[in-house]
């Protein structure tokens, strides 16, 4: 019964879940702002800011994680 229930449900994670170090940066994240930013004296105004910010340099940061990097790539010379 579990070898049948475990493929599945690692199938409807997969859904949802697609790069489990990008999910837990930004749990991780949200975590820490929501923990620590009621003891930074900052305006209101910036809590969206560095909430909009922080999110936006994890989600650059592993999107340039995953562009492959091959030497010459970019100078290859393409000929139809």
Excluded: K, N
């Amino acid at each position: 019964m579990m070898r049948r229930v475990t493929p599945v449900l690692r199938e409807l994670l997969g859904l949802f879940v697609d790069d489990a170090a990008f999910a837990l940066s930004v749990l991780a994240w949200l975590a820490g702002f929501a923990l620590l930013l009621p003891q930074v004296p900052l305006p209101i105004s910036w809590h969206g800011v560095l909430l909009f910010g922080g999110l936006a340099v994890i989600l650059i940061w592993h999107c340039l994680r995953h562009i492959p990097h091959r030497a010459g790539y970019a100078s290859r010379d393409v000929r139809p």
